[in-house]
């Protein structure tokens, strides 16, 4: 997937901005991200991800939406994210939890981090 602004680079870089009630995503090279996270403001949350290449080398978008059912591992649900596990890692260490690639996690677990990447998660179906 191409950078959102500069239509050149690989988007690389996930900005994510709370605001008030709405969350929005930018998908930005990181040339783009620099100057963008460089600004941020102190009445915003903001958040930057790097993307995962898929075998191509292109980054993957995160989904909007996401089913799981849980206990699942880290590794899976990182994967689900389109992300790497040591991200996941890393954000669940940030909201005090910690666990390694090959932990499992419960369902209110994986919607605390998708709260974080803006994904809305629901339970799946058989």
Do not use: W
């Not at 969350?23 to 993307?51: F, K, N, W």
């Not at 978008?61 to 040591?86: D, K, M, Q, S, Y």
């Amino acid at each position: 997937m191409l950078c959102e602004q500069c239509q050149q680079n690989t988007a690389d870089v996930l900005v994510t901005r709370f605001q008030s009630e709405s969350v929005s995503r930018t998908q930005l090279c990181h040339v783009c991200a620099a100057p963008v996270l460089d600004a941020i403001g102190p009445d915003e949350v903001t958040g930057a991800t790097y993307l995962s290449p898929d075998a191509a080398g292109n980054s993957a978008p995160l989904p909007n939406e996401l089913g799981l059912r849980g206990p699942i591992t880290v590794e899976e649900f990182a994967a689900a994210l389109h992300l790497r596990p040591f991200q996941v890692v890393g954000t669940l260490m940030r909201l005090g939890v910690f666990v390694s690639r090959r932990s499992t996690i419960d369902f209110a677990t994986t919607e605390r981090v998708c709260s974080r990447y803006g994904v809305k998660l629901s339970p799946a179906n058989d």
